[in-house]
């Protein structure tokens, strides 16, 4: 660790500075903001010279603003609370209950890969975004703390208490490996889909254009280069970020190493978990390939970017590796047994081609919701993680004598069972309030 801000007032633990480097890669991150908003046009107008004179002042101005932020930034552990301090003119601290902790998460981008680095982000019950970002600390240093994070917020062994001028790091679990996807399954699975079936078929049709026309101008050419960027953005993007992924299981969490250019360690408390979602896309049902995501309490609806989400449980597996990982996070659930019915057959007004695949059921541990006609969805919901049921009419469903129960969770979402009768609609949502408080009795919370 590094020397401390200031030391410690009645016998606390001195507060811990982030990496000296920390402010070197603040910069070069402004760097590439300085220059994407001058732009072209700045540089045709001002020259060559009176651009790089700009770019290197911003670039200092914000290197400065950056060790002067590190120079007052600050954190250590308090009883049971993460504070973490920053601000010269305004001075702020924050201070982050471990016990509503959720998610821990070390973070390595490009430039944090490259000179050893990470940083560690944290999430908390309740928290619209990421708490406490520490960006950034060594590798070594990030790992040990969120060991320690973990164990004082009771979901790991203790480690060791270290002095402030420690340098020995306590040693992280190997953890039990429960699935590491191959690279060559994650190119396939993204090369099966819609985007790349499509795209030689759009680059065809855009090209037969330009040579019937005889046009190939500058601006044709660029437009139709960045549309079949923004259709190959989300398929790369995918296998950017689960390059190399490995699930891991340490007693009661579950830890997810993935990325290529950004890599990342998430560790999500397995009693945190609201939903598991198992997905069979229309082109991987050939393969027998699905896809697995879970829900945890309050992040998926707080980070408007995925790639922020500890929701990846299986980015492509098969059906044994699947069924595998579902029993790890919800014991006794198997994913190849689950109860379910239809809609009545008068919900076919309402439903014409997907009547037969949507449908509800009650497992002995979970609530099974069906969906999807092309991709094809089941979503479990621990009756412990209910946090309320509701039964909707619309206009149309109160002609047939149709309802749709919801039940909802802490993550959000929750599951639907669609146009179900009217009276087993009721009959549904009593006994899913029923087997909800007596999950959540079992469980004592």
Do not use: C
Not at 216 to 231: E, H
């Amino acid at each position: 660790m590094w020397g401390p801000v200031t030391g410690p007032p009645g016998g606390e633990e001195p507060r811990q500075r982030l990496h000296p480097l920390s402010p070197a890669l603040h910069g070069a991150k402004s760097l590439v903001v300085v220059i994407a908003g001058l732009s072209w046009s700045t540089l045709s107008r001002v020259g060559f010279g009176w651009f790089a004179a700009l770019v290197t002042v911003f670039v200092l101005a914000a290197t400065v603003l950056s060790v002067v932020s590190w120079w007052n930034t600050g954190y250590h552990v308090v009883g049971r609370e993460l504070r973490v301090y920053e601000g010269l003119l305004w001075r702020r601290t924050r201070a982050i209950p471990l016990e509503r902790l959720q998610a821990v998460e070390v973070v390595r981008p490009l430039l944090a890969q490259l000179t050893g680095l990470a940083e560690l982000r944290l999430e908390v019950v309740g928290g619209g975004k990421t708490e406490a970002p520490l960006a950034y600390l060594s590798v070594a240093e990030a790992t040990a703390l969120r060991q320690r994070l973990l164990a004082v917020a009771g979901r790991a062994p203790t480690p060791p208490t270290a002095g402030a001028d420690d340098t020995a790091v306590a040693p992280t679990p190997t953890g039990r490996l429960l699935h590491a996807v191959r690279n060559q399954d994650l190119l396939v699975s993204q090369l099966l889909t819609p985007q790349a079936f499509l795209l030689p078929v759009g680059l065809a049709f855009v090209v037969a254009q330009f040579l019937s026309a005889g046009s190939w101008s500058f601006i044709a050419v660029a437009s139709t280069l960045t549309a079949m960027a923004g259709v190959l953005l989300q398929p790369v993007r995918r296998v950017l970020d689960d390059w190399s992924f490995r699930l891991d299981r340490d007693d009661d969490t579950l830890r997810v190493r993935n990325g290529l250019l950004e890599t990342r360690v998430q560790t999500v408390p397995l009693h945190r978990v609201q939903t598991v979602q198992a997905t069979w896309p229309l082109l991987w049902r050939m393969k027998g390939w699905l896809r697995l995501r879970l829900e945890v309490a309050g992040y998926s609806a707080g980070e408007p970017d995925d790639r922020n989400r500890p929701d990846r449980l299986l980015p492509v597996g098969d059906a044994d590796t699947g069924h595998l990982v579902v029993a790890e996070v919800l014991p006794g659930v198997r994913l190849d047994a689950l109860p379910g019915t239809p809609p009545p057959s008068r919900a076919r007004w309402l439903r014409p081609l997907s009547r037969a695949v949507v449908g509800a059921g009650l497992d002995e541990r979970v609530f099974v919701a069906r969906s999807g006609l092309l991709t094809r969805r089941v979503t479990l919901v621990p009756y412990a993680r209910i946090q309320s049921v509701r039964v909707v009419q619309g206009p149309a469903q109160r002609l047939l004598r149709l309802a749709t129960v919801h039940t909802d969770t802490a993550g959000g979402s929750g599951a639907v069972a669609v146009d179900r009768d009217l009276a087993d609609a009721w009959e549904l949502a009593a006994e899913l309030t029923a087997r909800a408080q007596a999950a959540r009795q079992t469980d004592g919370r």
